[in-house]
């Protein structure tokens, strides 16, 4: 189970951080996931953190804008974004990989959080 | 980056029939293709992976197929809670990339 953190509400040029933390599993095994949703639109994958927290991969669009974190001894995976426009209020989501048995297919989404709504709006 | 584009953007189907909506890729994916089921207020839901197999717990009435380029959701016989938008996805390479999404309603 992914928990993600509350709405936010933010001016034009501010950054916000949205975690997402973990629970049921062993969180240190997989992969996590940020996609975006804006209002009526569809998904927007923004990037990708290992398990170790130790590599990234960001969207093109979003480089020098997001970073992804993680703390192991929490269990919790964090998304800033900054220089926030209205062009990034949207849902966020993390999510993982799905598993069957011994197999993981780490970018087939399976386990999502609920979902943090972020306006940005002056 | 790989395009996903889905067809079509609507369909309109009675309970009851089947439904089937197309995704294509800009290159070859291989198997490499998951569907997603999203309602509204709610995350997406996995449904395929691999192109054609089911996720846990989905009901068998939801099948996938295809391969490279062209790929194809079924839903055999729509039940109420099908109702919803429907997005492939495609994750041969990073960045992943979603269709637009084909929403089915009800006719």
């Known amino acids: 189970q992914l928990v993600q953190s509350g709405a936010e509400v933010k001016k034009p040029g501010a950054s916000v951080k949205v975690s997402c933390k973990a629970s049921g599993y062993t969180f240190s095994d997989y992969y996590i996931h940020w996609v975006r949703q804006a209002p009526g639109q569809g998904l927007e994958w923004m990037g990708i953190i290992n398990p170790s927290g130790t590599s990234t991969s960001y969207a093109q669009k979003l480089q020098g804008r997001v970073t992804m974190t993680r703390d192991t001894s929490t269990s919790t995976i964090y998304m800033e974004l900054s220089s926030l426009s209205s062009e990034d209020t949207a849902v966020y989501y993390c999510a993982t990989g799905y598993c069957i048995g011994t197999s993981c297919y780490d970018d087939a989404l399976d386990i999502w959080g609920q979902g943090t709504i972020v306006t940005v709006s002056s | 980056e790989i395009v996903m584009t889905q067809s079509p953007a609507t369909l309109s189907v009675s309970p009851g029939e089947r439904a089937t909506l197309s995704c294509r890729a800009s290159q070859s994916v291989g198997s490499n293709l998951a569907w997603y089921q999203q309602k509204p207020g709610q995350a997406p839901r996995l449904l395929i992976y691999g192109a054609s197999a089911r996720a846990t717990v989905i009901p068998a009435r939801f099948s996938g197929s295809g391969s490279g380029t062209e790929f194809t959701l079924t839903i055999s016989s729509l039940q109420s809670e099908d109702f919803a938008v429907y997005y492939c996805?495609?994750?041969?390479?990073?960045?992943?990339?979603f269709g637009p999404g084909t929403k089915v309603d009800i006719k």
């Open positions: 996805q495609q994750y041969s390479n990073w960045p992943l990339t």
